[in-house]
């Protein structure tokens, strides 16, 4: 039988109100209180070491959480990419119109499901996440205009048009109006303006 180490313990000041929560949580939970805040602050540090803080990895848990609920699956991207190489070049305009549809779809889904939060900004944030390899993506404001930049290195040209196409569909179904897109292999550039006030 191993003997059981006893740890030192600190006092620290916390809020009365996130106490009384964790102290509920806990007795739901069936976990003694001091057990539960603890191992919920072994899970800050296990962040840290991740080189994420707790709420980046709590947020990103949430937008996978939404992304399995809308129905998104996981796939190789080299299956995609074989797929695609061969339809792409005779069903080029029926695909992007597929991609188009669901990103209509997907963004009806994320207005209807983001509740706080800027839906956009949401999807910005769970294309990162995503499997598509951005390495960066930004949201610039201009004025009353905004610009949506991605990069990635793994992206073909025709999946960077696919992905254009479904990105133009999220941000029509969120109310913006696409005033400009340029696109390259792995690059995507998309100027749009909030729309949704106007209707």
């Known amino acids: 039988m191993g003997v059981r180490v006893r740890r030192e313990t600190k006092l620290i000041r916390v809020y009365s109100d996130l106490v009384a929560k964790l102290n509920e949580i806990s007795n739901r939970e069936g976990v003694p ?16 070491r991740l080189g994420r803080s707790i709420k980046e990895v709590v947020d990103s848990y949430e937008r996978m959480l939404i992304q399995r609920e809308a129905g998104l699956v996981m796939a190789p991207l080299e299956a995609l990419n ?6 792409y070049p005779g069903e080029g305009d029926l695909l992007e119109g597929i991609w188009r549809e669901a990103g209509l779809w997907y963004g009806k889904y994320l207005s209807i499901k983001i509740r706080d939060g800027e839906p956009l900004e949401v999807f910005r944030d769970m294309l990162k996440d995503s499997g598509w390899g951005i390495r960066e993506i930004n949201l610039e404001r ?11 290195l793994t992206l073909s040209l025709e999946n960077t048009r696919l992905l254009m196409n479904f990105i133009e569909g999220v941000m029509e179904a969120l109310g913006y109006k696409v005033l400009e897109r340029n696109c390259l292999r792995g690059v995507i550039e998309i100027e ?3 729309e949704s006030n106007k209707k």
Not at 34 to 39: D, P, T
């Open 142 to 152: 201009r004025g009353d205009r905004k610009l949506l930049k991605c990069f990635s």
């Open 33 to 48: 209180f001091m057990e539960y805040v603890n191992s919920a602050l072994e899970q800050v540090v296990r962040a840290h």
């Open 82 to 87: 074989k797929i695609v190489e061969r339809f």
């Open 192 to 194: 749009f303006r909030d």
